[in-house]
């Protein structure tokens, strides 16, 4: 996978986490207090910037109350 693959990876999930934090009406501290993250990391996750460990993403995921793989959602 490419550098420009992994971004475009990573911009999808980033859409994919923002868009669920927006629909639960959560603010980016309060979805990373309650995923046990800092506030930077979630930000961070959310731009794409972050090709953090699999582990953050699930902590995410479980924090939003969704499906780890839902985060993958239009990931090719």
Known sequence: ??????????????????????????????????????????ARMERGESDTGISKYVLVARALSVPPALLLQDVE
């Open 1 to 42: 996978m490419g550098s420009n693959d992994t971004q475009e990876v990573l911009r999808r999930i980033g859409l994919n986490i923002k868009a669920e934090r927006a629909r639960r009406e959560l603010t980016q501290e309060a979805l990373a207090h309650r995923a046990g993250v800092a506030v930077a990391q979630v």
